[in-house]
T-cell receptor, first 110, second 112 residues
Framework: GQNIDQPTEMTATEGAIVQINCTYQ??????LFWYQQHAGEAPTFLSY????GLEEKGRFSSFLSRSKGYSYLLLKELQMKDSASYLC???????????FGTGTRLTVIP | DGGITQSPKYLFRKEGQNVTLSCEQN?????MYWYRQDPGQGLRLIYY???????QKGDIAEGYSVSREKKESFPLTVTSAQKNPTAFYLC???????????FGPGTRLTVT
């Protein structure tokens, strides 16, 4: 089976840095995705980690530790438009299917 | 422009009626997926298809049916057997394992 844990809600200030954590337990692991989802819209891809370490892409970075079953998404220089839900999803070995966490709703305040 | 389309965006039905949600992609992806999202919840997998004429049940397939007669199309039927069909339905597709899933804009189904 699979289990993914993320904080339900977070609040951060415009211009600041925020870290959204994700822990997972899965029988076989073949990568972790982060998606952004604005209310009422489709999720959009942010990052994919399959090896340990940090992947940086502009203001967004994602980190993975497979031995700890842990990932985080780091958002820098927060903007109001970053207010959204951030979904952590893992893919199991041999499967194409993603298993999603419940998501973290981030609110950016002025 | 390549992408995934879902129609309609909003759908209203009476209880007891079957309803079919459309999903079309022109990305030449082999794999397609249907998810359901309830308020404050993550995405839950209903059905998926790795290739034409083949599909598999996901975690919550009861009360749903699908077909995959063409590579581009993966319609989902919500039957009257689905106990709580009101939800936001998302279709997705991908090249394969290790590649991101691309999502359609979603269909919000309300059954009264």
């Amino acid at each position: 089976g699979q289990n993914i844990d993320q904080p339900t809600e977070m609040t951060a200030t415009e211009g600041a840095i925020v870290q959204i954590n994700c822990t997972y337990q899965t029988s076989g692991f073949n990568g972790l995705f982060w998606y952004q989802q604005h209310a009422g819209e489709a999720p959009t891809f942010l990052s994919y980690n399959v090896l340990d370490g940090l992947e940086e892409k502009g203001r967004f970075s994602s980190f993975l530790s497979r031995s700890k079953g842990y990932s985080y998404l780091l958002l820098k220089e927060l903007q109001m438009k970053d207010s959204a839900s951030y979904l952590c999803a893992v893919i199991q070995t041999g499967a194409n299917n993603l298993f999603f966490g419940t998501g973290t709703r981030l609110t950016v305040i002025p | 422009d390549g992408g995934i389309t879902q129609s309609p965006k909003y759908l209203f039905r009476k209880e007891g009626q079957n309803v079919t949600l459309s999903c079309e992609q022109n990305l030449n992806h082999d794999a397609m997926y249907w998810y359901r999202q309830d308020p404050g919840q993550g995405l839950r997998l209903i059905y998926y298809s790795q290739i034409v004429n083949d599909f598999q049940k996901g975690d919550i397939a009861e009360g749903y049916s699908v077909s995959r007669e063409k590579k581009e199309s993966f319609p989902l039927t919500v039957t009257s057997a689905q106990k709580n069909p009101t939800a936001f339905y998302l279709c997705a597709s991908t090249y394969g394992q290790g590649y991101e899933q691309y999502f359609g804009p979603g269909t919000r189904l309300t059954v009264t």
